[in-house]
């Protein structure tokens, strides 16, 4: 598997166009949003988060975002806390979501989420492994853009998007800054705080999805409490995709047979826009 695609002409040479950028132009041409969905490797146990990466893909998910266990996720609700600690209880590693995202071979762009630390243990060459493995983007929640100039280029030079992080807050110029440093999409999170599933989206999240939009050119996906096809159908209106992750952890924790049937609840909704 490859993380991108090569576009030719007779007078240009190639252009290598990461999966990510040529799904997102796909469902654009079709004025369709993306639905990322957001799972924990390992959980609720390796052999059935094979099961159920493939199962999301086969229900209608653009893009998979796959979560690196991690001892200390200090930007995670309690849901993927627990599946995080499920997962480590069973030897759960990076090397083990490689496996994972190997093994599925799924035919969506795959996303490594994951904290700094896991990544750098991991050694020079882990997103060489990464992009091996099938991997097409990995997103990094405690690396702020600027924080790690050094670090960053090591992950802007590895030939996987960067996806990068916006918050409610961060004033434009800042948005814009993140939006020339990253790839793929921007996550937007809807909300201050951790994540996890909430009753309703911020009455202020068309503003922000305003503010953003005039910063970047790149697709904007909304995530951070949203939980319910109803509730992607409304984020679905303002960004170019919709994330959802504790709402299908919880459920994969009863049956991933449940969690598959909400992916194609989900797709259903954000297809009504």
Known sequence: M??????????????????????????????????????????PDP???????RGLAEAGADVIEIGVPFSDPMADGPVIQQSSQIALDQGMTLE??????????????????SYLNPLIAGGPDVLARARAAGVDGVLVTDLPVGA???????????????????????PPDRMAEIG?????????????GVT?????LPVDLPDTVARLRASTSLPICIGF???TPAQAKEAARLGD?????????????????????????????IDEV
């Open 96 to 113: 083990r979501t490689l496996d994972i995202v190997r093994e599925a071979g799924v035919d969506v762009p795959v996303v490594l989420f």
């Open 2 to 43: 490859t993380s991108s695609s090569v576009i030719t002409s007779a007078e240009q040479p190639p252009v290598y166009v990461s999966r990510l950028s040529a799904r997102f132009a796909a469902l654009a041409a079709q004025q369709r949003r993306a639905l990322v969905c957001y799972v924990t490797a390992g959980h």
């Open 196 to 200: 996890g599933e909430r009753a309703s």
């Open 225 to 227: 409490g949203i939980s």
């Open 180 to 192: 020339r440093h990253g790839g793929g999409f921007v996550y937007l999170i809807s909300r201050l």
């Open 148 to 170: 790690d100039p050094e670090r960053e280029d090591w992950f802007g030079a590895s030939g996987l998007d960067f996806v990068r992080l916006v918050a409610p807050t961060t």
């Open 47 to 53: 052999e059935q988060s094979v099961t159920l990466l």
């Open 241 to 269: 995709g919709v994330i959802v992750g504790s709402a299908l952890v919880r459920v994969a924790g009863r049956s991933i047979d449940e969690a598959i049937a909400l992916t194609a609840a989900l797709r259903a909704a």
